[in-house]
């Protein structure tokens, strides 16, 4: 019985501590913070765009299933990959913007306040500023505006959201979207000790 204490205090003591962004992260923990992102994302957006807070809404129930099937991919990944813990914040991203566009988690608030004629990118536009918050996680301010204030911004958010809507939904490609994406304006965020859950 004294030896099980001698060992465990040798195996403690021979264990180097990992910092805690080695660690890897509890699906309960993953849950919480992809929820609370989802919602910080849905409510900055409604800040910014006055159409979405009038007559759209985040079903809870969506954001639920979007972060069940994007912890599915990300399992499905860490294992494909062999990634010893957290992953990088543009495999977030890609993820997440898949699963947002498989859920479709904003919906119309009003189905009659406009009618059939409003043909909506809620959701690809969702799944685009989620995947640029996660991308810019911890990064300054003024990183974050070079990219926003960048000319062909709008046109290439419009784009790709174009490119969402028509169905491009492959894990893989928007991982390498936003890896371009943090590439050149997140670089520090690449490193595999900066990861997210």
């Known amino acids: 019985m004294g030896n099980d204490g001698l060992m465990g205090d040798f195996v403690h003591q021979m264990t ?29 957006m409604c800040d910014q765009y006055n159409v979405m807070a009038k007559y ?4 809870a ?11 599915s991919e990300r399992r499905a990944l860490v294992y494909r990959d062999r990634i010893p813990s957290r992953i990088q914040r543009h ?8 699963a947002i566009l498989s859920n ?3 919906r119309m608030a009003n189905t009659n306040a406009f009618g059939r004629t409003r043909a909506s990118m809620d959701n690809e536009l969702f799944a685009i500023h989620h995947g640029l918050a996660t991308c810019a996680e911890d990064c300054s ?21 174009f490119i969402l809507r028509r169905g491009s939904r492959d894990n893989d490609s928007l991982i390498f979207i936003f890896k371009t994406l943090c590439l050149t304006y ?6 595999h000790h900066s990861g997210t859950y």
Do not use: C
């Not at 759209?56 to 079903?59: A, K, L």
């Not at 495999?91 to 898949?98: C, I, Q, R």
């Open 61 to 71: 129930h969506r954001v639920a299933r979007t972060v069940e099937e994007y912890i």
């Open 16 to 44: 180097p501590n990992q910092p805690a962004d080695l660690i890897e992260p509890t699906e309960e923990e993953i849950r919480r913070k992809r929820r609370e992102a989802l919602f910080a994302v849905y409510e900055g």
């Open 104 to 106: 479709r988690p904003i």
């Open 141 to 161: 301010e003024k990183q974050i505006k070079s990219l926003l204030q960048t000319r062909h911004f709008s046109s290439w958010e419009n784009d790709f959201a």
């Open 56 to 59: 759209t809404r985040i079903d």
């Open 186 to 191: 997140f670089p520090e965020n690449l490193d």
């Open 91 to 98: 495999k977030v991203a890609g993820l997440m913007a898949s």
